[in-house]
């Protein structure tokens, strides 16, 4: 069973920079796909960016431009930089690891990230 970390969130002022981290407990080589979500109070998981195995990337709209995804094969670690931070940013932010067979996802415990105006 492959497990997902998360690390890295906080409190940062709008404008500041943040970096997450997605460590996995075995090769992130052979997945398919990663990818950051967000869960704001009240609102529904959303997509933020995702990589693929060939290094592919797909953000949100709202995080074109700010928020950088990538990934670190040889250190099994996932990284999503964030910039220029809006308070809008505030959620818990989760990893996702998509299986080669794309029959299943795994799934980190999230991190808080909190941006103050």
């Known amino acids: 069973q492959v497990q997902l970390v998360e690390s890295g969130g906080g409190l940062v002022q709008a404008g500041g920079s943040l970096r997450l981290s997605c460590a996995a407990s075995g090769s992130i080589f052979s997945f398919a796909a990663m990818g950051w979500y967000r869960q704001a109070p009240g609102k529904q998981r959303e997509l933020v960016a995702t990589?693929?195995?060939?290094?592919?990337?797909i953000y949100a709209d709202s995080v074109k431009g700010r928020f950088t995804i990538s990934r670190d094969n040889a250190k099994n670690t996932m990284y999503l930089q964030m910039n220029s931070a809006k308070p809008e940013d505030t959620a818990v932010y989760y990893c996702k690891a998509d299986r080669s067979d794309w029959r299943g996802a795994y799934w980190g415990q999230g991190t808080q990230v909190t941006v103050s105006s």
């Open positions: 990589i693929t195995k060939g290094g592919g990337t």
